[in-house]
């Protein structure tokens, strides 16, 4: 499959004619100044461009007809325009309004179709490439993380951030790559999102249930990492190259990206490579394992026509990520590694880490590999007055953990997960202002292990399918929408049988009869069903305010792990047991907001309630005597659990740019979840220390204040920018403490400073971009509550007080963008 998908990297269609018409323009403030940098697009379509530094931009390949163009930048209102196009050139000038924030945007997540993002009584919240690009970020999801209130992370050192919602995360958060579900064993603690974070033009996240419109494993919300398109003018190759360094890893991040448009045909490639030795604080030192090399690929061909539109997308990914488990010496508290297997294993006995191999860039032969591969088409077509849209699909994961020092080519755990997936929706006709959508979305899955000596999961196959009905009407300055859907999922699994393999001494997938075969996964048949629906509002009481509100019943079933684990995940070093009996999860969530918008002040406040039914959790296995199970020396054990939950919380958000200042912004966000088990039997059985639910985050906050230096004609550095942020996490007192599962975290406040500019040509064109950040200016120790190595102890007592391993220290961060 690897050989394929670069040779289809290579592949370009025949140029296909249609009639399209060209733009050009202007953007420009309230001052006549120009807006640089500017996006302009046709709403509804892929055609877009970017203005160059003094606020010129070119739109080819517009469809004939009336259409509606958007002008937007970051910290200014958006304005559209509706013009009627010809087969000729128009001339369309914009002005923007400042504006603190974007209220106003257009989101395509988590909804039917395009929506002005105060409108839609589903949570969504958005980031753009510039946010993303003005950070140093080791993935896109850190990355999101800082600039999303609502959204965390669990994590495994830098370059590994699950993401959580509202408190809720793993298959209960769906995450997709411009629509495409991502399948990568999400599940697993161990390893991050299989995607290429210098190629996502716009992160969009829905905060809630989305079931209504994906499905199982979307009942806590969406991630929709969203690459961009081909923006320049026809005929002409423009592309970027981008380097960045951080110091606390040594990170080294190269970029090249390429795009190409001409009369409506469409392509793209980008090349990445990024390499990181151990991470650093002042606690620990140098973290042993925690280093990574990554390789991805990405291409994109396709036509941008009057009739519509259609992608296809090719990409590969190549991930060597280092695996920390923090054995230590118990006295000097220096890492150790391990070098005998676990039957020999001492991991309080083993040899120190010598400081070349803390600073090296090599990976060890502890270590798993990631390669992900992904084929799909993206079709938008007009079609009997409404818009037929069609996404095809085909991914395949293989992910191996090498665990074993005598035999470092020998994995511990190998699996192939091959994803087909598709998803078609028609948007009827309006009639009488009301908007109906219905589709149908679903996936087929075969997971299977390759040459392994661990097996966590059986083989299995799944069949996913769901259908949905969507509506939404506006009356006046109410807008209510809602939807049905129902879903089946059948999961299937035959007799899998483990035995030692002579020749290796380890143990190997074998056959019923075979010599020494045990049964681990008896067969299972099992299908799940689920009703989701959502029904809300938006409503306008002025033109600043709008209030929202949202009913929402979400539905998940059981992954995996959850139903039929038995045995060792190597990575994360927890053997799990899984209940064949679950049943699925249905919650009922209840969001209401308010927001306020204008010019030089955004306000939002969400509030939510989230009740789940038959919620799956880990919780440590203990024996009749209370201590801690151990199967696999070295490593804990887990037991899912099922119990009713409940999650409550809010988020905020203010920010502001004095019409005084128009040149100073600030920013303000506050974001609170509580979840706790709701189950009466199970707290009167457990008491006081089985109350709250696992990987809660605390309570977040985040404050940033930036100047930008106004723009001016004639000057060679342009959207230069200063800023200070400030990252607040309060204690985490309400931890799942039943069996000492987790245990509190104290507070912390980490301080960020940053600064950039852009240089232009004499033509006013960006001849390269400068950004440069320090974030934990003050090389603050400390933990974060979803921190997994924070637990990485095997010691009662340390010499120093500090059990656990610490987040990263200071990070001096430069990053150097030059387009062309």
């Given at each position: 499959?690897?050989?394929?998908?670069?040779?289809?990297?290579?592949?370009?269609?025949?140029?296909?004619?249609?009639?399209?018409?060209?733009?050009?323009?202007?953007?420009?403030?309230?001052?006549?100044?120009?807006?640089?940098?500017?996006?302009?697009?046709?709403?509804?379509?892929?055609?877009?461009?970017?203005?160059?530094?003094?606020?010129?931009?070119?739109?080819?390949?517009?469809?004939?007809?009336?259409?509606?163009?958007?002008?937007?930048?970051?910290?200014?209102?958006?304005?559209?325009?509706?013009?009627?196009?010809?087969?000729?050139?128009l001339?369309?000038?914009?002005?923007?309004?400042?504006?603190?924030?974007?209220?106003?945007?257009?989101?395509?997540?988590?909804?039917?179709?395009a929506?002005?993002?105060?409108?839609?009584?589903?949570?969504?919240?958005?980031?753009?490439?510039r946010?993303?690009?003005l950070?140093?970020?080791?993935?896109?999801?850190?990355?999101?993380?800082?600039?999303?209130?609502?959204?965390?992370?669990?994590?495994?050192?830098p370059?590994?951030?699950?993401?959580?919602?509202?408190g809720?995360?793993?298959?209960?958060v769906?995450?997709?790559y411009?629509?495409?579900?991502?399948?990568?064993?999400?599940?697993?603690?161990?390893?991050?999102?299989?995607?290429?974070?210098?190629?996502?033009?716009?992160?969009?996240?829905v905060?809630?249930?989305?079931s209504?419109?994906?499905?199982?494993?979307?009942?806590?919300?969406?991630?929709?990492?969203?690459?961009?398109?081909?923006?320049?003018?026809?005929?002409?190759?423009?592309?970027?190259?981008?380097?960045?360094?951080?110091?606390?890893?040594?990170?080294?991040?190269?970029?090249?990206?390429?795009?190409?448009?001409?009369?409506?045909l469409?392509?793209?490639?980008?090349?990445s490579?990024?390499?990181?030795?151990?991470?650093?604080?002042?606690?620990?030192?140098?973290?042993?394992n925690?280093?990574?090399?990554?390789?991805?690929?990405?291409?994109?061909?396709?036509?941008?026509?009057?009739?519509?539109?259609?992608?296809?997308?090719?990409?590969?990914?190549?991930?060597?990520?280092?695996?920390?488990?923090?054995?230590?010496?118990?006295?000097?508290?220096r890492?150790?590694?391990?070098?005998?297997?676990?039957?020999?294993?001492?991991?309080?006995?083993r040899?120190?880490?010598?400081?070349?191999?803390?600073?090296?860039?090599?990976?060890?032969?502890?270590?798993?590999?990631?390669?992900?591969?992904?084929?799909?088409?993206?079709?938008?077509v007009?079609?009997?007055?409404?818009?037929?849209?069609?996404?095809?699909?085909?991914?395949?994961?293989?992910?191996?953990?090498?665990?074993?020092?005598?035999?470092?080519?020998?994995?511990?755990?190998?699996?192939?997960?091959?994803?087909?997936?598709?998803?078609?929706?028609?948007?009827?006709?309006?009639?009488?202002?009301?908007?109906?959508?219905?589709?149908?979305?679903?996936?087929?899955?075969?997971?299977r292990?390759?040459?392994?000596?661990?097996?966590p999961?059986?083989n299995?196959?799944?069949?996913d399918?769901?259908?949905?009905?969507?509506?939404?009407?506006?009356?006046?300055?109410?807008?209510l929408?809602?939807?049905?859907r129902?879903?089946?999922?059948?999961?299937?699994?035959?007799?899998?049988?483990?035995?030692?393999?002579?020749?290796?001494?380890?143990?190997?997938?074998?056959?019923a009869?075979?010599?020494?075969?045990?049964?681990?996964?008896?067969?299972?048949?099992?299908?799940?069903?689920?009703?989701?629906?959502?029904?809300?509002?938006?409503?306008?009481?002025?033109?600043r305010?709008?209030?929202?509100?949202?009913?929402?019943?979400?539905?998940r079933?059981?992954?995996?792990?959850?139903?039929?684990?038995?045995?060792?995940?190597?990575?994360?070093?927890?053997?799990?047991?899984?209940?064949?009996?679950?049943?699925?999860?249905?919650?009922?969530?209840?969001?209401v907001?308010?927001?306020?918008?204008?010019?030089?002040?955004?306000?939002?406040?969400?509030?939510?309630?989230?009740?789940?039914?038959n919620?799956?959790?880990?919780?440590?296995?203990?024996?009749?005597?209370?201590?801690?199970?151990?199967?696999?020396?070295?490593?804990?054990?887990?037991?899912?659990?099922?119990a009713?939950?409940?999650?409550?919380g809010?988020?905020?958000?203010?920010?502001?740019?004095?019409?005084?200042?128009?040149?100073?912004?600030?920013?303000?966000?506050?974001?609170f979840?509580?979840?706790?088990n709701?189950?009466?039997?199970?707290l009167?059985?457990?008491?006081?220390?089985?109350?709250?639910?696992?990987?809660i985050?605390?309570?977040?906050?985040?404050t940033?204040?930036?100047?930008?230096?106004?723009?001016?004609?004639?000057?060679?550095?342009?959207?230069?920018?200063?800023?200070?942020?400030?990252?607040?996490?309060?204690?985490?007192?309400?931890?799942?403490?039943?069996?000492?599962?987790?245990?509190?975290?104290?507070?912390?406040?980490?301080?960020?400073?940053?600064a950039?500019?852009?240089?232009?040509?004499?033509?006013?064109?960006?001849?390269?971009?400068?950004?440069?950040?320090?974030?934990?200016?003050?090389?603050?120790?400390?933990?974060?509550?979803?921190?997994?190595?924070?637990?990485?102890?095997?010691?009662?007592?340390?010499?120093?007080?500090?059990?656990?391993?610490?987040?990263?220290?200071?990070?001096?961060?430069?990053?150097?963008?030059?387009?062309?």
């Open positions: 499959m690897k050989t394929l998908l670069l040779i289809l990297l290579c592949w370009l269609p025949r140029l296909a004619l249609a009639q399209a018409a060209e733009i050009t323009g202007t953007v420009r403030d309230q001052q006549r100044q120009p807006v640089p940098f500017a996006s302009v697009g046709v709403v509804g379509t892929t055609v877009g461009a970017t203005a160059d530094a003094t606020g010129r931009f070119e739109l080819r390949g517009v469809p004939t007809g009336v259409q509606r163009l958007r002008a937007s930048a970051v910290g200014f209102a958006p304005a559209e325009r509706r013009v009627t196009v010809a087969t000729q050139l001339t369309i000038d914009f002005g923007l309004e400042t504006a603190a924030a974007g209220l106003g945007e257009v989101v395509v997540t988590g909804v039917s179709r929506t002005e993002l105060r409108r839609s009584p589903v949570p969504i919240a958005t980031l753009s490439r946010e993303i690009t950070n140093a970020n080791t993935n896109v999801i850190d990355a999101a993380v800082r600039g999303i209130p609502g959204l965390s992370a669990v994590t495994t050192g370059n590994v951030s699950k993401p959580f919602i509202r809720l995360g793993y298959n209960r769906l995450t997709l411009n629509g495409l579900r991502q399948e990568g064993q999400q599940w697993g603690d161990e390893h991050g999102v299989e995607v290429d974070g210098y190629d996502i033009e716009r992160v969009e996240v905060k809630g249930p989305a209504l419109l994906y499905g199982s494993d979307a009942v806590a919300g969406v991630v929709n990492l969203l690459p961009a398109l081909p923006d320049g003018p026809d005929g002409r190759l423009r592309g970027e190259v981008l380097s960045e360094y951080q110091s606390n890893n040594g990170l080294v991040g190269n970029s090249l990206g390429l795009n190409y448009q001409n009369h409506g469409q392509t793209s490639f980008r090349a490579h990024r390499l990181a030795r151990d991470y650093r604080n002042s606690v620990d030192g140098a973290v042993y925690t280093g990574f090399r990554e390789l991805t690929l990405t291409g994109m061909v396709g036509l941008n026509k009057a009739w519509g539109s259609t992608h296809a997308y090719l990409t590969l990914y190549d991930n060597r990520q280092e695996i920390p488990d923090g054995s230590r010496d118990s006295l000097s508290r890492f150790t590694r391990q070098v005998f297997e676990s039957g020999r294993d001492d991991i309080k006995n040899p120190l880490v010598g400081e070349a191999e803390l600073e090296s860039y090599a990976i060890s032969p502890l270590h798993q590999r990631i390669r992900h591969y992904r084929v799909f088409t993206k079709t938008q007009h079609l009997g007055g409404g818009e037929l849209h069609l996404l095809l699909g085909a991914q395949q994961n293989n992910r191996e953990e090498f665990n074993h020092p005598t035999v470092p080519s020998q994995a511990g755990l190998a699996l192939q997960l091959t994803t087909y997936s598709y998803d078609v929706r028609y948007h009827l006709p309006e009639w009488q202002g009301l908007q109906i959508s219905v589709g149908s979305n679903g996936m087929g899955q075969l997971n292990h390759q040459q392994a000596t661990d097996f999961i059986p299995y196959d799944l069949l399918a769901g259908s949905f009905l969507l509506l939404k009407k506006p009356l006046g300055k109410l807008e929408s809602g939807g049905l129902y879903d089946t999922r059948l999961i299937t699994w035959s007799d899998f049988y483990v035995a030692p393999n002579p020749a290796t001494g380890f143990g190997a997938e074998s056959r009869g075979a010599a020494g075969a045990q049964l681990q996964f008896p067969a299972f048949r099992q299908q799940y069903r689920g009703v989701s629906a959502s029904v809300g509002g938006s409503f306008l009481a002025t033109e305010l709008t209030l929202r509100a949202n009913l929402a019943r979400g539905y079933a059981p992954n995996i792990p959850e139903i039929g684990s038995n045995g060792l995940d190597p990575g994360a070093h927890i053997v799990y047991l899984g209940n064949r009996e679950f049943r699925p999860e249905f919650s009922w969530q209840q969001d907001g308010v927001l306020w918008h204008q010019p030089t002040l955004d306000v939002s406040v969400e509030i939510f309630h989230n009740y789940v039914q919620f799956i959790y880990q919780a440590r296995l203990l024996s009749a005597a209370g201590q801690p199970v151990v199967i696999v020396p070295g490593n804990t054990t887990y037991q899912f659990q099922q009713a939950a409940r999650l409550y809010l988020e905020a958000s203010l920010s502001l740019r004095p019409a005084a200042l128009p040149w100073l912004a600030s920013t303000s966000s506050i974001a979840v509580n979840g706790e709701a189950d009466a039997a199970r009167q059985r457990d008491g006081p220390a089985a109350r709250y639910l696992p990987l985050p605390p309570l977040r906050g985040r940033e204040l930036r100047a930008t230096l106004p723009a001016r004609e004639g000057l060679r550095l342009t959207a230069t920018y200063f800023r200070a942020s400030l990252d607040g996490s309060g204690r985490q007192n309400r931890f799942l403490a039943l069996d000492n599962s987790e245990t509190a975290t104290a507070g912390y406040a980490l301080l960020g400073l940053g950039g500019t852009t240089f232009a040509s004499r033509a006013g064109r960006p001849v390269a971009q400068l950004v440069l950040q320090v974030d934990n200016v003050f090389d603050t120790a400390y933990q974060a509550h979803l921190n997994r190595l924070k637990y990485f102890e095997y010691y009662a007592a340390s010499p120093t007080g500090r059990a656990g391993i610490y987040n990263p220290g200071r990070n001096v961060a430069v990053k150097v963008v030059v387009p062309f």
